[in-house]
């Protein structure tokens, strides 16, 4: 007999529009009946997309739905309630506001396990719905620590498990999954997502190894093992990525990927022989597909870089460049331009290495080396598929610059990066490569650099006011005693760094009929820079400046992210 909230659940389920999987959902009750059980089968079998069932299961218990890895969790909630009773209970704490905790429950409409968790917290609790799973991942990653590693590296030093220093492969790989082993590597992993980590640094010393995470684009030490268990550390993620344990000689590359909640968290692997063993880094691609899609109006560009670059987006045909370094936000922009033009009436079509963030309406396509399945094979097939906008992950040979090429110069609108230290770069680039200048004069339509600097943290940011000669550096006029800088003195929230979060610098190149008669003459870079400057052009120490002075970054920052040589 279903329960009057399961009845509501199935009947919210059928008056949602264009709802047509009556008797997929009579099965699924007939199989699960109600509660947890169906609206797990009703996501799992997408009948229903996963929010939008979690929100109406949830609005039939009475109860609003929060997805937690999307949520604002804070220190202070997750605090309030110790890990064993978040594990046991199925809660999480998300938030404090004036002395009540909201708390995300499996089982929200337990009203006794509500009261226990509010008596061990010590204050009302505020409960909301969450799918059991959800919180059973956001739990690990929210406890996590460093601590906590620590412990757990400890207690498997201990063991015997790694005494013998020169382990046979097939043992080694047997020890290499034991549950010690792939408990602590997921701690790992789970503790540099709670980090906001972009590159895990697992690395082999002479009597040491070390793990570093890459925050908000510094390299942070988080904690050091023993040399006796880096070799098992090593093969278990080269056992995730299918690769050669064996094989320490030569370097290896790989990807895998474990589930986190309801969706699944992205890892590239790379490995190279060093001279006391295998270094080891993962980058970290998506966290469990919560990776979003940020748009333009978010990402903090100057009005000056912004308007033009929305005018480019909008262009029927030609190329536009992102550049940058790796690690530069450039994919991320890309992106963001993309859910600018994404409507039904264009064919949006990406060619990419890796697939980083899933876009709803995008046909995305994710090269193979090892099938020789290259940028440039399915950028060719791409263009038979009736594009409008194509996305190239990275221009990184002829064969694609010159496809890329032919594509904008007959009718399409080819977004593209290159690695290039400037705008001007770009275009020079491409002449580099080897495609003629006239066909990389008409073809390419505009080109945005881009770097990222660590942003200063809200919760501990100050003000002060600069030395005379640091000012002479960056400004020439007399009187400005009155300019202020900012910086974060360090705290709880920014884990004593000072910085919390990223922001980005631009310069924008708007190719002119000057530039094209310039690139037509295979114009320097200093060049087409001059003639970009006359129609507005500034360079990227001029925008990351203004982002100093508007107290989004520091003065540092600035220096270590922009050259003097490329427009003081």
Known sequence: MLKKSDRGFIQLLKDTPAFDYDHE????????????????????????????????????LGFAYVD???????????????????????????????????????KPEDEALVRRVGQIAQM??????????????IVLIQYSSDKNIEDSLGRLER??????????????ASVADTSAVVAILDEIIYYAIRERATDIHIEPQETVSRVRFRIDGMLREILTY????????????????NLNIAESRFPQDGRFSIGVGVGRADFRFSSIPTQHGEKVVVRLLAGGGRKSMMTLDKMMMSRTVLEPFRR??????GILFVTGPTGSGKTTTLYSALGEINTPDVNISTIEDPIEIQLPGVTQTQVNSHIDLKFGTVLRALLRQDPDVILIGEIRDLETAKIATEAALTGHLVLATLHTNTAAQAVVRLLEIGVEPYMVAPAVVGVLAQRLAARICEACKEAYVPSPELLGKYFHEDGLREVHFF??????????????GRVAFHELVVVTEEVRTLITKGASAQEITAAAAKVGFKPLRYDGLKKVLLGLTTIEELEANTSLEFGG
């Open 226 to 241: 023993s040399r006796k268990l880096h070799r098992a550390f090593v093969s278990r993620l080269k056992i995730l990525c």
């Open 487 to 500: 910086r974060g003195r360090g705290c709880h929230a920014c884990r004593g760094t000072g910085y919390k």
């Open 159 to 172: 063991s015997t498990l790694f005494d013998d220093p020169d382990l046979a492969s097939d043992k080694l």
């Open 68 to 106: 937690p890895f999307a949520s604002l969790i804070t220190d202070e909630a997750v605090a309030a309630i110790p890990v064993e009773i978040a594990k046991k209970a199925g809660v999480i704490g998300l938030y404090v506001i004036q002395g009540v905790l909201t708390a995300a429950f499996s």
């Open 25 to 60: 959902l009579a099965a699924l009750v007939k199989e699960h009946g109600g509660g947890l059980p169906l609206l797990h089968a009703v996501i799992d079998k997408k009948i229903c997309p996963k929010d939008h069932a979690c929100r109406l299961y949830a609005e039939s």
């Open 312 to 317: 480019l987006v909008r262009n029927p045909s």
């Open 124 to 137: 009302p609790v505020s409960p909301v719905f969450a799918l059991p799973r959800e919180i059973e991942d």
